[in-house]
């Protein structure tokens, strides 16, 4: 997402970019026809959880706020879906777009208090959010509409039958797709003027408003849609799994998102996707371990990759491409 002169050898190729994001989508294509049902339903929630590791991506990596609480965005999306279905009869193909707006709204908002605090004050006001919104769905006079302690049940809708596929292929196709669409408007945002006049608040906030850069707007709305790609992953979440309840989105969840955008890197926009394979994926291959051995996995490959790669597995394979093209050329 880093913008880079066109002439910068550091720059990464577009011809190396199209031919990666071709080899990724042939794979991608592939892989539902040739793993089991139960595989293709987990990459599914690996893409929904890529959407919201990629949220935080935005607001840390572009604007340089900072977000403990992006499991309570997620909420509200999978909420919203879920309202809007049982209660006012949308289907869910219009409730996925008002998960969407509903989630940037309340990105906003939040983030025009915030944009006195710090960043200390900052993290510790989302850390607070993602405790307090658990708590308010579970109250009875919510009961009605949320499901309180119980949560909701969502109907998830069929495959068409044009379309000739299972239901965990259909719904992966549809994570898929809306996942690419996040990626190509993620990456136009970090090339675009509002992503520089982004940058350039996270560098040097008091230096960016005398350059004409309308410093709340823009840390405002990169809130509001961060705030957007959580409540959408929260949305696909919720219809893949058809279930949402309070206690799945609490300060832990938050905490994952977290550590999924600093195992990808925060300037990274593909590596979200890599960050959510790692956290959805990586305690469950722990099991395997003797007893002695099982260890909560993710705090040692945190120490780990902030010591060694503190811009992620992303940044790490950046700084090896740029040293292969630098010493390519000097031959």
């Given at each position: ?11 990464i ?5 199209l ?6 989508m ?11 049902g ?7 929630m ?11 991506n ?6 340089g ?7 309570a ?9 879920a309202?809007?279905?049982?209660h006012l009869?949308?289907?869910a ?5 008002l998960?969407?707006v509903?989630?940037f ?30 708590q308010?769905?579970k109250?009875e ?8 302690v ?12 044009w379309?000739h ?26 090339n675009?003027?509002?992503g ?22 823009f ?21 893949l799994?058809?279930?949402v309840a309070?206690?799945?989105?609490g ?10 955008a ?6 990274s926009v ?32 945190v ?18 491409y ?10």
């Amino acid at each position: 997402m880093t913008v880079r002169a066109a002439g910068d050898p550091r720059a990464i190729p577009k011809t190396l970019k199209l031919y990666a994001f071709a080899g990724f989508m042939v794979i991608a294509l592939i892989m539902p026809f040739v793993l089991d049902g139960y595989t293709t339903y987990r990459l599914a929630m690996a893409l929904a959880m890529a959407m919201a590791i990629l949220g935080v991506n935005l607001l840390t990596g572009l604007s340089g706020q900072f977000s403990i609480g992006h499991g309570a965005f997620f909420a509200i999306g999978a909420y919203t879906t879920a309202i809007s279905m049982n209660h006012l009869g949308l289907s869910a193909y219009t409730a996925i777009p008002l998960a969407a707006v509903i989630s940037f709204i309340a990105g906003f908002l939040f983030g025009w208090p915030a944009l006195r605090l710090n960043l200390i004050h900052l993290m510790l006001m989302t850390w607070g959010l993602s405790l307090v919104l658990p708590q308010i769905l579970k109250l009875e006079e919510f009961q009605d509409w949320t499901g309180g302690v119980s949560g909701v049940y969502l109907d998830r809708p069929d495959p068409p039958d044009w379309t000739h596929l299972t239901d965990d292929q259909y719904w992966y196709f549809v994570a898929l797709i809306i996942l690419v669409i996040f990626f190509w408007l993620a990456g136009n945002l970090g090339n675009s003027r509002s992503g520089r006049a982004l940058a350039a608040i996270r560098d040097n906030q008091i230096a960016a408003a005398p350059m004409g850069i309308n410093v709340a707007l823009f840390k405002t709305q990169i809130f509001g849609v961060s705030a957007m790609y959580a409540g959408i992953g929260g949305a696909v979440t919720g219809l893949l799994t058809d279930f949402v309840a309070p206690d799945s989105y609490g300060l832990f969840f938050s905490i994952t998102l977290l550590v999924g955008a600093v195992m990808a890197g925060f300037r990274s926009v593909w590596g979200a996707l890599l960050g959510a394979l790692i956290v959805l994926f990586l305690p469950g291959a722990t099991g395997a371990l003797p007893a002695s051995l099982a260890v909560p996995p993710f705090g040692f490959m945190v120490l780990a990759i902030i010591f060694f790669m503190p811009d992620g597995i992303s940044g790490l394979a950046l700084r090896t491409y740029r040293r292969y093209a630098n010493g390519k050329k000097g031959r």
